[in-house]
């Protein structure tokens, strides 16, 4: 078994649906161009690992959970955060350090989390993840709901013995979990062909028993279906699905600029931003007639006008005190 | 302990109390699963998983694949949102097949979320040296676990102990690591029927003394109190404390018995060099300084991998007759 390719069909959904999605990509994108920008300001301090090109995924993906659906995420989280609806201001304050943050300021960018939006938290740990949404999605099933759990990772967990792992006992036991491979070409500075010797990471689901899907990770309507139907079998029981979607970041493994290390190319970069998934699916939404030009402008200009208020929130916002240092070890409760 | 009363008592090795203390967590939550290498079909590679699958069927007794990382996933997954796992690590060797499960998710994800996760998770595991089963599958590795802020770990010495315990992990709200012992595992006492807790974190005074203060962990308890009878020919009342505990780790119980005896050596398996018997020195010496009358000892293994041969495995375990030697040695007799 091959992992099939997957284009996006010519039957469209709402225009609700492509308004959300639009309105998705858009937040993760003004997040993280302002997150990048506020942490060369200063404003933020430790390991920054921005979204920036990949929002098709995230946004494409979560259109179909609901917050009793658990993600697991990744070291590059707040894209899968902001699109499982995640607010501003507490991921701003979280990303300064405050005690008003989703973590209280204790967690930072790479363990942002709400359990409440059912975002079982971004991950330090490459690969950290799909066994815990492998457990999440154990625990929907032990307690015989409908809800399903979604492990996102790279092509660098890919290589990982924990996802290997989580992916079998998945499969095995027809869990109601999806693994979404966020293809991006690199395992932080390691390009996809010195990391690994296949290209399509979805080939390795026939290994484990299950469907695997290479989708246009780039093509936030080809996400948006294949992720549909992957949620829908786990949903009533089918099992777990593999889930590909070739993307590329913009940005550096950290930070925009990262350290300049020269392992790859600007031309291949700009190549990619000629496939941008918000620029082109704007252009869509304007063909299709489903928002003008004037309407996408409005969107842009109200989430930059949320981040502006978010950051003054953060900014404002006060740092834990240093008797905080020692709540939340442990749960004290009986 | 108040469970514990009232309630009929037998004769019950190590492992059927064990046993015991499983299914009575089973019974009591229906959130709790137990999930691990051979516990559902086989019934355990110890036999403390026998009958479960029998009363408690499929969806909760597990079988699972070789897959340490993922089953300790699992139990950071499922207790994350609402269950109550019982995870089987069969040997504690294998703690390094999934230390980033252990020490990187379960133990830091309530701290990382600002207290917004619990995960009331229950890890069952088995340690020790004593049937030549060498390096690989003889470890004393508490100290590993106990270094983790968020991890509890415990040491239950005998039966009694065992049942509550895993009753009591069960009923926490963090993750709690139970480390069994295989040397331990057919020896009997008196064990009550039904659930009663023994308390994590609270160490209990085995036998008393006025001459010195033994702490012990896990089966060195039973190597302490041999020694205690050996002693008591040569004139000197050692006083044996079952730590019990690891961590968190009740220095105040260590600290009184200090103020009687004014003397203190620590026991344990694990190899001496960054054993928890070195944080436990450090405490008395910050918390009884001024009562000590002599250093506080340790006995513990030599810093060498668990040996196989017989003959190098009896010398590396520590037993009654050298800790009966380190105790003169205290004693400057």
Redesign the interface.
């Known amino acids: 078994m091959v992992a099939k390719k997957k284009n996006a069909k010519s039957n469209l959904p709402s225009q609700k649906v492509l308004q959300e999605l639009h309105m998705k990509m858009v937040r993760i994108r003004r997040f993280e161009e302002r997150a990048g920008k506020m942490m060369e300001d200063g404003k933020i301090p430790g390991a920054l690992h921005l979204y920036v090109g990949q929002e098709a995924v995230a946004s494409g993906v979560m259109q179909h959970l609901s917050n009793k659906d658990w993600i697991t995420s990744t070291h590059r989280g707040h894209g899968h955060l902001v699109a499982k609806g995640g607010e501003f201001k507490p991921m701003f304050a979280e990303l300064f350090g405050r005690s008003t943050g989703y973590c209280r300021g204790k967690g930072g960018s790479m363990h942002i989390s709400n359990m409440d939006l059912g975002m079982l938290g971004a991950n330090g740990i490459v690969g950290g993840g799909p066994p815990i949404a492998m457990g999440a999605a154990f625990s929907n099933r032990f307690k015989k709901n409908k809800n399903v759990a979604v492990a996102f990772f790279g092509d660098g967990a890919s290589n990982e013995g924990s996802v290997h792992e989580a992916i079998n006992m998945a499969s095995l036991y027809k869990l109601p979990c999806v693994f979404v491979c966020e293809n991006n070409g690199y395992g932080e500075y390691t390009a996809q062909s010195r990391h690994q010797a296949i290209v399509d990471v979805a080939d390795r689901a026939s290994g484990y028993g299950m469907p695997g899907v290479v989708c246009d990770g780039m093509d936030v309507m080809a996400v948006y279906e294949a992720a549909g139907e992957a949620i829908e079998r786990a949903r009533k029981g089918s099992g777990p699905t593999l889930l590909e979607c070739k993307t590329y970041r913009y940005y550096d493994h950290v930070g925009v600029r990262g350290m300049g290390l020269t392992y790859r190319t600007d031309e291949e970069v700009e190549e990619w931003k000629n496939k941008d998934a918000i620029e082109g699916f704007e252009k869509r939404l304007i063909q299709l007639g489903v928002m003008t030009k004037k309407k996408i402008e409005n969107v842009h200009a109200s989430v930059g006008k949320d981040i502006d208020e978010a950051i003054i929130f953060a900014n404002e916002s006060p740092y834990p005190m240093p008797e905080d240092l020692l709540d939340n070890v442990y749960n004290e409760e009986t | 302990m108040s469970e514990a009363e009232n309630k009929s008592v037998r004769e019950l090795p190590y492992v059927m109390a064990i046993n015991e203390g499983i299914k009575e967590v089973l019974r009591e939550q229906k ?1 709790a ?1 137990i999930a691990g290498e051979d516990v559902a079909v086989a019934g355990g590679v110890y036999g403390y998983c026998t009958g479960l699958l029998d009363e408690f069927g499929e ?1 909760r007794v597990v079988d ?2 070789i ?4 089953i ?12 109550r796992p019982i995870i089987d690590l069969m040997f504690m060797d294998f703690v390094g097949e999934c230390m ?2 252990i020490a ?2 379960m133990a830091k ?10 995960l009331p998770v229950t890890v069952l595991t088995m340690g020790g040296a004593g049937g030549s089963l060498a390096a690989q599958h003889s470890q004393s590795l508490e100290a590993w676990l106990a270094h983790l ?2 991890m ?1 770990v415990v040491m239950p010495s005998d039966a009694y102990d065992a049942k509550g315990m895993i009753i009591s992990a069960s ?4 993750p709690v690591f139970v480390v069994l012992n295989k040397a331990s595992l057919a020896m009997t006492m008196e064990v009550p029927e039904g659930s009663y807790e023994v308390p994590l974190g609270e160490a209990c005074v085995r036998t008393q003394g006025k001459d010195l203060t033994i702490v012990a962990f896990g089966r060195m308890v039973h190597e302490a109190m041999a020694s205690v009878e050996k002693l008591k020919a040569i004139g000197i009342e050692a006083e044996v404390i079952d730590a019990r505990s690891v961590q968190p780790f009740d220095t105040e119980t260590v600290v009184n018995s200090i103020k009687k005896t004014h003397r203190a050596l620590v026991i344990h398996e694990a190899v001496k060099f960054g054993g928890i018997g070195g944080e436990i020195s450090a405490q008395i010496q910050e918390e009884a300084f001024d009562y000590l009358d002599a250093p506080v000892m340790r006995v513990a293994a030599p810093f060498s991998p668990v040996p196989f041969s017989p003959a190098l495995e009896k010398v590396y375990i520590p037993s009654s007759d050298s800790i009966v030697t380190k105790v003169k040695e205290t004693l400057a007799l």
Do not use: H, I
């Open positions: 959130d699963f969806d699972t694949p897959s340490e990382k993922g300790m996933g699992l139990g950071v997954g499922a207790s994350a949102t609402g269950c980033d499960e990187n998710q994800m309530r701290f990382m979320f600002g207290g917004k996760a619990t802020p968020g509890k009923r926490d709200n963090n």
